[in-house]
């Protein structure tokens, strides 16, 4: 099993920035070998992948978001670093990982919701 508890959303005006962080527990998660996403989701649109952070630091990025968000983590705990926000950056939020000896199975934290004001 493993937990996971998001913080750090809000409102925001566009340009500016947001850092959200999750921290995961439980005995599924090793930090030596789960890889951490953030994902998120917008009013009427599909879950998207929006950053991810291997074990090892390796780093990805959904194209819209390139240059303006940073993953990063420090033992249990994944952060997002969103700077130059957008409108279009509006959404919930979710932490996900998978349990370490057990990658099908996936967990998701509470969400948190990210909203950018014109």
């Known amino acids: 099993q493993v937990q996971l508890v998001e913080s750090g959303g809000g409102l925001v005006q566009a340009g500016g920035s947001l850092r959200l962080s999750c921290e995961a527990s439980g005995r599924g998660y090793v930090a030596s070998i789960n890889t951490m996403d953030w994902y998120r989701q917008a009013p009427g649109k599909q879950r998207e992948l929006v950053a991810r952070?291997?074990?090892?630091?390796h780093t990805n990025y959904e194209d819209s978001v390139k240059g303006r968000f940073t993953i990063s983590r420090d033992k249990n705990t994944v952060y997002l670093q969103m700077n130059s926000l957008q409108l279009e950056d509006t959404a919930v939020y979710y932490c996900?990982?998978?349990?370490?000896?057990?990658?099908?199975?996936?967990?998701w934290g509470q969400g948190t919701q990210v909203t950018v004001a014109s």
């Open positions: 952070i291997t074990s090892s630091g």
């Open positions: 996900h990982t998978h349990h370490s000896l057990a990658p099908t199975i996936d967990y």
